[in-house]
């Protein structure tokens, strides 16, 4: 690359809100009015030159961008006075993109007036076993090494499992949704996604129960081992004697003390 020379990267970029600010943005004139901060987002893997790898390599990095003047605005383009990089690890992208699927199938659902086409093809897109990087496959890449045994589930483990649970609400209710949406002459095919969904939720039951039961037991045992109960006796020279409880944290052996 020579130093005479300039590159620009042109890329679109959306609106970036955090927690607490979707709650002071409950509408949609909100949401698009008065947008200081936007975030664009790049794929990419850590030990090869690639931006799209497998589900286990595939990572995504956030930048956050931070402009001087509010948009809408007279102009358009302003300065960018503050920049911020968030790095997701797969399990995290893997979480994301199903909650990018859920929001397509509650926009889905709840349309009007409803458009079976447009529901159906979300349906499909959730349960398809020709999906190579499903629903089913997230479930099976990060879901399966806990349930056998060979890793200990954490928060984003968690996340994930009510993840797929709200998911499973949601692709439900669309089925229901479409059945009264549908004619006579595709009754096989809504059979035929009711099949698919039985089996996809028999598939997913298993590593979801094994994830839940496995965290249980963890926070049990993490609990146990971080508080400690120790009682004191004291006796003093006046015959009399005193006891009291003091919880401690750490991992320190249990002690009985006297003077």
Same mark, same amino acid.
Request: proline share 5%; glycine share 2%; aromatic share 8%.
């Given at each position: 690359?020579?130093?005479?020379?300039?590159?620009?990267?042109?890329?679109?970029?959306?609106?970036?809100?955090? *927690?607490?600010? /979707? !709650?002071?943005?409950?509408?949609?004139?909100?949401?698009?009015? @008065?947008?200081?901060? #936007?975030?664009? %987002?790049?794929? #990419?893997?850590?030990?090869? @030159?690639? %931006?799209?790898?497998?589900?286990?390599?595939?990572?995504?990095?956030?930048?956050?961008?931070?402009?001087?003047?509010?948009? &809408?605005?007279?102009?358009?383009?302003?300065?960018?006075?503050?920049?911020?990089?968030?790095?997701?690890? &797969?399990?995290?992208?893997?979480?994301?993109?199903?909650?990018?699927?859920?929001?397509?199938?509650?926009? %889905?659902?709840? !349309?009007?007036?409803?458009?079976?086409?447009?529901?159906?093809?979300?349906?499909?897109?959730?349960?398809? *076993?020709?999906?190579?990087?499903?629903?089913?496959?997230?479930?099976?890449?990060?879901?399966?090494?806990?349930?056998?045994? +060979?890793? /200990?589930? @954490?928060?984003?483990?968690?996340? +994930?499992?009510?993840?797929?649970?709200?998911?499973?609400?949601?692709?439900?209710? %669309? +089925?229901?949704?479409?059945?009264? +949406?549908?004619?006579?002459?595709?009754?096989?095919?809504?059979?035929?996604?009711?099949?698919?969904?039985?089996? #996809?939720?028999?598939?997913?039951?298993?590593?979801?129960?094994?994830?839940?039961?496995?965290?249980?037991?963890? *926070?049990?045992?993490?609990?146990?081992?971080?508080?400690?109960?120790?009682?004191?006796?004291?006796?003093?020279?006046?015959?009399?004697?005193?006891?009291?409880?003091?919880?401690?944290?750490?991992?320190?052996?249990?002690?009985? *003390?006297?003077?």
């Amino acid at each position: 690359m020579s130093k005479k020379q300039i590159y620009i990267q042109v890329t679109y970029v959306e609106p970036y809100f955090d *927690t607490s600010e /979707l !709650q002071h943005r409950p509408t949609h004139f909100d949401r698009n009015y @008065n947008l200081k901060r #936007f975030m664009y %987002a790049s794929p #990419f893997t850590m030990d090869t @030159n690639r %931006a799209h790898g497998s589900l286990p390599e595939q990572y995504k990095r956030k930048t956050i961008l931070t402009v001087e003047r509010a948009f &809408p605005y007279v102009k358009t383009r302003t300065g960018i006075i503050d920049r911020e990089r968030l790095i997701l690890s &797969p399990i995290e992208v893997a979480i994301e993109d199903l909650q990018k699927k859920t929001d397509e199938l509650r926009a %889905a659902i709840q !349309q009007e007036p409803a458009d079976p086409k447009i529901l159906q093809m979300v349906i499909q897109g959730c349960i398809s *076993t020709a999906v190579n990087q499903g629903p089913l496959e997230v479930a099976n890449i990060f879901l399966n090494p806990i349930m056998n045994g +060979l890793e /200990l589930p @954490n928060i984003h483990h968690n996340r +994930l499992r009510l993840c797929f649970k709200e998911f499973t609400r949601r692709l439900a209710e %669309a +089925l229901k949704r479409n059945k009264t +949406l549908i004619h006579a002459d595709q009754r096989e095919y809504q059979k035929d996604l009711e099949n698919k969904f039985t089996k #996809f939720t028999e598939s997913l039951q298993p590593l979801l129960s094994a994830c839940k039961q496995t965290a249980i037991i963890e *926070t049990t045992l993490t609990n146990n081992k971080s508080v400690k109960k120790i009682r004191s006796s004291r006796s003093f020279n006046n015959g009399t004697s005193t006891s009291s409880s003091v919880i401690l944290t750490g991992s320190q052996p249990e002690e009985e *003390t006297s003077t």
